[in-house]
């Protein structure tokens, strides 16, 4: 009986195989799952620098798929035609569009940009139109004039800054700042030593004047205080009928300070007993007799 694998058969078989499995690991490199669907549309970009095959495509910064080949538009000039695979759920809308972007370590990728007004969705390999940022070298090479007329000014700002630097005046700052830094300490550490010796004090004294104010607060409390607001308002009205009196014309003392005619009889009386005096002075024989017998 005839064997149906033959040692060509067999050769051939790994042969395929072989292949196969190249294929997929090639393109497994390469960011594309042969083993997952896919959807591929076409973008229409002017411009498609530092973008390469198997660069990713984002929606809002997720991942959804490849770019899975770069083809140049012979027949209209001036566009060209780019094919990515997007995941199988993944569903485009009339009027989305793609952004060509570029970071600083990332590389070009696509960004898409979905039309979320609309309930309609674009076919399986139709073409959406496409927009190119300007390259990193290009922003770069765009930078480098204006980082050329810097450079003068920042030579002659380094070379103040030296200046500055090298100045006298800036080491006898820096001394005395060191200088004001020890007087300082030792500052801190006299007040520190003052704090320590004289703080308890005070507040032993404090608390002596704080027992003191207690033991006053204590007294006043024990004292009869209303019994001597009730002397003192006693005293107040005495004072007060005293007052009333003396103003009264009625009462003696009142006529005493108030009446007119009374001071003049006093005064009449003063003056002629005063005028008495002065002649029993003068002549005391009018008014004493001496005799011996």
Same mark, same amino acid.
């Given at each position: ?7 060509e ?8 195989i072989?292949?196969?499995? &190249? ?15 896919a ?19 984002? =929606? ?10 770069? &083809? ?10 780019v ?6 759920n ?7 569009? %793609?952004e060509?972007?570029?970071g ?5 990728y ?7 007004? +609309?309930?309609?969705?674009? /076919?399986?390999?139709d073409? *959406? %139109? ?5 390259g ?6 765009? =930078? ?6 810097? @450079? ?6 380094? *070379? ?10 800036? #080491? ?6 060191? /200088? ?9 550490? $006299?007040? #520190? %030593?003052?704090?320590?010796?004289? =703080?308890? =004090?005070? @507040?032993? #004294? ?11 607060s204590?007294?006043?409390?024990? /004292? ?22 003396? #103003? ?6 009142? &006529?005493?300070l ?9 005064d009449?009386a003063?003056?002629? %007993? ?7 002075? $003068?002549?005391?024989?009018?008014? +004493? ?5």
């Open positions: 009986m005839k064997k149906l694998f033959t040692k058969v067999r050769i051939a078989v790994i042969t395929l072989s292949l196969i499995v &190249l294929y997929a690991g090639l393109n497994h490199l390469k960011g594309i799952n042969v083993f997952k669907p959807n591929h549309y076409y973008v229409s970009m002017p411009d498609v620098s530092e973008l390469q095959v198997s660069s990713p495509v984002y =929606v809002d910064g997720f991942k959804v798929g490849i770019v899975n080949a770069i &083809l140049f538009d012979y027949n209209h000039p001036g566009a060209i035609l094919q990515m695979n997007l995941d199988k993944m569903k485009v809308p009339v009027g989305s569009y %793609a060509l972007k570029s600083l370590t990332s590389g070009a696509l960004s898409l940009k979905l039309n979320t007004y +609309v309930s309609t969705y674009l /076919a399986i390999g073409t *959406l %139109a496409g927009q190119s940022q300007e990193f070298m290009n922003q770069l090479s765009s =930078v480098l004039p204006q980082v050329e007329k810097l @450079l003068p000014r920042l030579d002659s700002i380094l *070379l103040g800054i030296q200046v500055l630097v090298h100045h006298p005046a800036l #080491n006898q700052s820096f001394e005395h700042i060191e /200088a004001t830094t020890i007087h300082l300490q030792k500052s801190s550490e $006299q007040l #520190n %030593a003052l704090l320590a010796k004289d =703080v308890p =004090v005070v @507040l032993s #004294n404090l608390n002596q004047v704080s027992s003191d104010f207690s033991t006053i204590g007294n006043l409390r024990k /004292a009869d205080i209303q019994g001597m607001v009730t002397t003192l308002d006693q005293t107040i009205g005495n004072i007060h009928k005293i007052t009333q009196q003396l #103003n009264d014309s009625t009462h003696s003392l009142g &006529l005493l108030n009446d007119r005619s009374l001071y003049q009889h006093l009449s003063a003056r002629n %007993a005063s005028d008495l005096l002065l002649d029993l002075k $003068q002549n005391p024989k009018r008014y +004493v007799h001496f005799s011996i017998f």
